[in-house]
C-alpha cells in the first residue's frame, strides 16, 4: 500500500470494521433478531477500532474496561495478543520462557484502579446516542475519572506481565522482522508491484468502476472486492503466460528458488540522531552518495576510510616500531631475517604470533580484521574492478528502519497495568489497583524496552558489494556500529 498508494492512511482495523459492514449488508443480518442494538453494533466497530477514551460512544464511562478485552489501548495486554502469541509460538518454536497466559484470563479482576495518565476531561456522548445515557451527578463524574473500571491483576504477576511482553520484542525480532521473512516479504510486495496493473479483482460496480474490476491496489476502496482479494494471485501470476507478468513471475521463481535478495547487515542508532530524523528515502540517497565517493577513492587508489588518509604505510611503521623494541620485548626475531614489509603468513603463522600492537597498528591502518599479504596488496587494483564495474541506483536499495519495543516504545509497558494485592482481605469494592513500583521487579526488567536499527538489503546480486562498502561508509559518517551479520551470512536462515 504504501508503494503504490503512499497518501493513503490505510489501518487494518479501519478495514476490518468495513468488512464487518460489508458481511452485515450482503448477508442481510439483523442484529435486533440476535438481541443487539444499533449502540451494540457501535461498540463492536470501537472496539474493533481501538477507539480512545474520549470518542467512545458505545458504552458508558463505568463500561470503559469492556474496550481492554479485545483491544487494549491502555497497556496492550488483551486477548487478541494472547492469542497469537500462542499460535505463533506454536507454528515457529519460539522458545517462551512462560506461555501460560490462561493465568491471566483466570485471576483477570475487573475493580477500581489508579489513572494510568493524568485525568483528562472525557468528551460527553454527543450524536443521536446521548438521549440513552442518563446524566451523572457532578460527584459521581469526579469519583468516576479518578478510580475508573479496569482490568487488573494480582501483584504475583507481575514477572509474569514483564515475560509476556518481552515475548512480544522476542516473537518480532526471531520471526516478524527476522531478515529471511523480511527478505521474501519485499519480494512478494515487489511481485505484487509488478503485477498490480494487469490484475483485475471483481468487486462492486461503481461510477469509478463500472466493470466492477479493481486492482489490487484498488481493492482497499471496496469491501466486496478486499474480500475476493486473496492468496490465488500468486498462483495466477506463476501460471500466467502474459508478457505484462514476466517481472514478476521471475521475482515469484527467485523466491521458489531461493535466491533472495542479500541483506547486508543492521546498525543501530539513537533516538534524535540524524538517522532518527531521516527517512528511508533520505538514507537511499546518503548510501548512493556514498556508492559514488567509494569508487572515486578506488579509482584514485586512496583507502576508503578517510580516518586513514596520511597514514603512510601502516605495516611499515608498525615494523620500524617492532624493530625499535629491546630483544626482551620480541616475542620473536622473525623480521630481523626479513627486509621485506612481514606478511601475514609471517604475522599469523600457527608457529609465531606477532604483538598485539603491531597486529592492531596494520588492522588499523587497512581498516581490515586479517593484515594482507604482499601479493595481495600488489594486486589490489585488480580486486577493486568489480566496484568500478557495476553502478547503483535507487531500484536496487531497500532500507529498512527497525523499531522493536515491549509494546510501549521506550517505556515500560508493565507501568500501565494496574495490581492488587489478593491476600489483603479487601473486597473488590473498596480494594483500589495500583501501579507496581519498578523496584518491586527491577531484576527481570531490561536496561532498554525498544531496539532502533536500520538494516539494508539489495536487490541485485552484482551489487551487493559495493552497496556493503557503501553502507559501512554510512555507517563510519555517522560514528554508528559497523553493520551486523555480514554477506557470509546473507543468505542463511
Known sequence: MNRVRPNDHWR????????????LAQNQIDLTQYGLSELDAVFIKEIVRGTKDKDRVGRPREKFFLYDVVNNSRSGLDVDKLDYFQRDIRHTNVDATSNNFQR???????MRAE??????????????FSHLFPPRHPRDEASSTEYD???CYPEKMVNEAVQLFALRYQLHQK???????????????DAMVEADPYI???????DKHPEGLYRMSECVEDPAALS????SVIYLIETSTRPELAKANQILQRIRRREFYDCLGKTFYKRGSNADRSNEEEIVDALLRCATEVQERLREGRPLDTDQEGAGDGIAAAHNMYLTMSPVQQ????FNRHDSIPTDDMIFSQDSFAPSVLARSMQQAYGLSRVPTNSSLQGSSQSSDPFLEVSLSREDIIVEKMHIHYGLKGDNPVSRLRFYQKASGASGESQIARQLKESQYETVLPRVFEELAIRVFCRDPRKTKLLMKAFEKWCRDQLFPSPMMGLSQANDV
Open 12 to 23: 487494518h482495523e479501519d478495514w476490518s470494521v468495513n468488512i464487518f459492514e460489508h458481511l
Open 104 to 110: 491471566f484470563v483466570e485471576f483477570g479482576r475487573v
Open 115 to 128: 489513572p494510568i495518565r493524568p485525568p483528562q476531561p472525557v468528551a460527553g456522548h454527543s450524536g443521536h
Open 149 to 151: 473500571y479496569m482490568i
Open 175 to 189: 520471526v516478524y522482522t527476522h531478515r529471511t521473512v523480511k527478505k521474501v516479504e519485499f519480494m512478494l510486495v
Open 200 to 206: 483485475l479483482i471483481p468487486g462492486s460496480v461503481t
Open 228 to 231: 475476493n482479494l486473496n492468496d
Open 331 to 334: 616475542p620473536f626475531n622473525a
